[in-house]
């Protein structure tokens, strides 16, 4: 069974840094796309940055490009997020979620780089919250 667990939200101050972790258990990273969404209220939900579990290839919302960035530590089967320069308009849940495995370079390139509101994500964790505050 996949299982997500987020942990490292919080409040921090306009121009401060957090960094999100993402434990999975029930598989592994390769032919996996791993991505970090997000939703405030009243908001949609969006994609911020996702990652390739074959190779590391990154996808990152133009809103966050430069700011934060995703990476993944295969050995612990964990994604992390490090946030900086943090705004308030950054305030959301922030969600990880998987989709695999993949049967072709292609289908993971898809997940991964096409994926704006989750669409393709078919697996969850329970969310963080991150405040921003100005």
């Known amino acids: 069974e996949v299982q997500l667990v987020e942990s490292g939200g919080g409040l921090v101050q306009g121009g401060g840094s957090l960094r999100l972790s993402c434990a999975a258990s029930?598989?592994?990273?390769?032919?996996?796309?791993i991505g970090w969404f997000r939703q405030a209220p009243g908001k949609e939900r969006e994609g911020v940055a996702c990652?390739?579990?074959?190779?590391?290839?990154?996808y990152y919302a133009d809103s966050v490009k430069g700011r934060f960035t995703i990476s993944s530590d295969n050995a612990k089967n964990t994604v992390y997020l490090e946030m900086n320069s943090l705004k308030p308009e950054d305030t959301a849940v922030y969600y990880c979620?998987?989709?695999?495995?993949?049967?072709?370079?292609?289908?993971?390139?898809?997940?991964?780089?096409?994926?704006?509101?989750?669409?393709?994500?078919?697996?969850w964790g329970q969310g963080t919250q991150v405040t921003v505050s100005s």
């Open positions: 979620a998987a989709r695999g495995p993949a049967r072709s370079r292609l289908q993971l390139k898809i997940w991964v780089f096409s994926s704006s509101k989750g669409e393709y994500y078919n697996n």
């Open positions: 029930g598989f592994t990273f390769a032919n996996y796309a």
């Open positions: 990652i390739s579990g074959s190779d590391g290839s990154t």
